[in-house]
């Protein structure tokens, strides 16, 4: 099956064909770099050194990242493919779609990270000399009270808007134009993966192979749920499930 879904876009909603390609997603990755690292530069001047960033610093900095992504996608479609923005899926009753979303998120969750997650971390293990192999901790150690709500809010609210709105909305949307929903997740789910593996290095390559493959398939996941539910609300709110859980385990650890 080639081209975008002819199911109406969500709520019963007549759909609206993307004009983007996913091409487009190169320049505006590159535009959000240099946003970023303007927008990050504050935080780095007005530590007590460049080359230690405190947790506070390292979090904000993330939020700049994330507020670039998303904010660079927006502005990229609304000055390029204005009329064809709806074509991300704004639904007529959020509400309904939020909760539809969290509950993939957490359906995620069960299947990838108690599932697959496990069985292919013990997988790793045994192959390797390893004697533990987990997925790294992907957000700054010694989180104290306003660290946690920094924390709250990267992980909870701005990653889930703004990377949704790059790989399912801009990258994924972009590929479902000329592919079947398969090929279109497939490659935009393992450049997700391979987006976070910077979050892994330094470390052994157990744990960074584990993040990437895990990630991959919950970004195959989200695009299945953005598919399914025909707007980017969905899947933002499974997106920020997902992480809520995380977020709490890591909370918990620390």
């Not at 935080?43 to 900095?61: E, I, K, N, R, Y």
């Not at 704004?90 to 359906?107: H, N, T, W």
């Not at 108690?114 to 957000?139: E, M, T």
């Not at 990437?212 to 920020?240: D, K, P």
Request: hydrophobic share 55%; glycine share 12%.
């Amino acid at each position: 099956m080639n081209g975008a879904p002819t199911a109406p876009a969500g709520d019963g909603q007549q759909e609206v064909r993307p004009t983007w390609s996913p091409w487009e997603a190169l320049p505006v990755f590159g535009i959000a770099i240099v946003v970023a690292a303007i927008l990050s530069t504050p935080f780095v001047a007005l530590g007590p050194s460049q080359h230690h960033l405190t947790t506070g610093q390292q979090l904000l900095g993330g939020i700049a990242v994330e507020l670039s992504l998303g904010g660079t996608v927006v502005g990229w479609l609304f000055a390029m493919h204005r009329r064809s923005m709806r074509a991300l899926g704004i639904p007529r009753r959020p509400l309904r779609e939020i909760v539809a979303g969290l509950m993939g998120g957490l359906l995620l969750v069960a299947i990838l990270v108690y599932g697959f997650g496990w069985i292919l971390a013990r997988i790793l293990q045994a192959l390797s000399s390893s004697k533990h192999v987990g997925v790294p901790k992907q957000l700054p150690t010694g989180l104290h009270d306003g660290d946690t709500l920094l924390a709250g809010i990267l992980v909870l609210v701005a990653a889930p808007i703004c990377e949704e709105l790059f790989f399912r909305g801009l990258l994924f949307k972009g590929l479902r134009r000329r592919h079947g929903f398969v090929s279109a997740a497939a490659i935009s789910a393992v450049l997700f993966g391979l987006a976070h593996l910077q979050e892994a290095i330094p470390g052994p390559w157990q744990s960074a192979f584990l993040l990437v493959a895990v990630l991959a398939f919950v970004g195959f996941g989200l695009a299945f749920v953005y598919e399914r539910r025909g707007n980017i609300v969905a899947s933002m709110a499974a997106h920020g499930a997902f992480n809520l859980v995380g977020f709490l385990v890591l909370l918990h650890v620390m």
